[in-house]
């Protein structure tokens, strides 16, 4: 794989409609669409958020792999689905589900646009209990948040940095099921990418390039290695390649695990 360019390479905004052609034949596919999920009781679609601009995709197919078959352990992959939760509430045209994970003691990561505009969040663990959530950190940029859950009751999984070429899983809920799902994962590449943000502000954000196939409801689940270990925060599916999905590196992440609110912070608008 050619190495990945840097975000001083990308040049400033105005010249963002070249740089975007050459990042996406690296890093993007196909233009992808997020992979969240509201409840079939609801009959809505996965929430339509802004989407990356790709112009090569017909021409860069044979430049990259098959998905991989992943390399989790059925230990490992006990043990990070014993940490994984679904993560549901309310917002302003009807009720989100996405996934999540334990990242520190009564603390779950999930992505920011599963819990945008949501009030009175909940998180179900693997064994159905439900548990009342409250979000502690919200960032629209980076989509990530992390919500506060008393007595959560689960093992916090370990942080690492993504690898190239590496082998694992993301581990989460698809459709909104009951059932722990794990899809098996390789990491492609990871790079500084500019992409509109969840209201359609221009941003940069680590983003990992994953062989998977992810589907909505996935949003907010993690990223392991072979070891178990969360290298990135899925959230999002490539539009015409279903073996293509994005994770937000923990890079991303670990500074707003540093620094959670003791309160309740705001969600931001709902995204429609």
Same mark, same amino acid.
């Given at each position: 794989?050619?190495?990945?360019?840097?975000?001083?390479?990308?040049?400033?905004?105005?010249?963002?409609?070249?740089?975007?052609?050459?990042?996406?034949?690296?890093?993007?596919?196909?233009?992808?669409?997020?992979?969240?999920?509201?409840?079939?009781?609801?009959?809505?679609?996965?929430?339509?958020?802004?989407?990356?601009?790709?112009?090569?995709?017909?021409?860069?197919?044979?430049?990259?792999?098959?998905?991989?078959?992943?390399?989790?352990?059925?230990?490992?992959?006990?043990?990070?689905?014993?940490?994984?939760?679904?993560?549901?509430?309310?917002?302003?045209?009807?009720?989100?589900?996405?996934?999540?994970?334990?990242?520190?003691?009564?603390?779950?990561?999930?992505?920011?646009?599963?819990?945008?505009?949501?009030?009175?969040?909940?998180?179900?663990?693997?064994?159905?209990?439900?548990?009342?959530?409250?979000?502690?950190?919200?960032?629209?940029?980076?989509?990530?948040?992390?919500?506060?859950?008393?007595?959560?009751?689960?093992?916090?999984?370990?942080?690492?940095?993504?690898?190239?070429?590496?082998?694992?899983?993301?581990?989460?809920?698809?459709?909104?099921?009951?059932?722990?799902?794990?899809?098996?994962?390789?990491?492609?590449?990871?790079?500084?990418?500019?992409?509109?943000?969840?209201? &359609?502000?221009?941003?940069?954000?680590?983003?990992?390039?994953?062989?998977?196939?992810?589907?909505?409801?996935?949003?907010? &689940?993690?990223?392991?290695?072979?070891?178990?270990?969360?290298?990135?925060?899925?959230?999002?599916?490539?539009?015409?390649?279903?073996?293509?999905?994005?994770?937000?590196?923990?890079?991303?992440?670990?500074?707003?695990?540093?620094?959670?609110?003791?309160?309740?912070?705001?969600?931001?608008?709902?995204?429609?």
């Amino acid at each position: 794989m050619a190495a990945m360019p840097n975000a001083s390479w990308l040049g400033a905004r105005r010249r963002t409609a070249v740089a975007l052609c050459v990042l996406v034949a690296v890093l993007v596919p196909a233009a992808p669409t997020w992979a969240h999920h509201r409840t079939p009781a609801q009959l809505a679609q996965p929430a339509p958020l802004p989407r990356l601009n790709d112009l090569l995709t017909g021409l860069l197919t044979a430049l990259f792999p098959p998905a991989g078959e992943g390399g989790v352990a059925p230990t490992v992959q006990q043990r990070v689905a014993a940490s994984t939760v679904r993560v549901a509430g309310p917002d302003c045209t009807g009720v989100r589900v996405g996934s999540g994970f334990a990242a520190r003691q009564n603390l779950v990561v999930t992505a920011a646009h599963v819990v945008a505009g949501v009030t009175g969040p909940e998180v179900i663990r693997p064994d159905g209990r439900r548990l009342a959530a409250t979000v502690v950190a919200f960032d629209a940029d980076k989509d990530l948040a992390v919500l506060r859950v008393g007595n959560l009751g689960q093992a916090p999984l370990g942080l690492g940095r993504p690898v190239a070429a590496t082998q694992g899983a993301v581990f989460g809920y698809p459709g909104g099921q009951p059932q722990v799902e794990v899809s098996p994962a390789s990491i492609v590449a990871t790079a500084p990418v500019r992409i509109d943000n969840l209201y &359609g502000q221009v941003v940069s954000r680590q983003i990992i390039r994953l062989n998977s196939r992810l589907a909505p409801g996935d949003s907010g &689940g993690a990223l392991v290695d072979s070891a178990g270990t969360v290298v990135g925060v899925a959230f999002a599916v490539a539009t015409l390649r279903p073996d293509v999905a994005y994770a937000v590196s923990t890079s991303e992440l670990e500074p707003m695990l540093a620094s959670t609110s003791a309160d309740a912070v705001s969600t931001g608008r709902c995204i429609s």
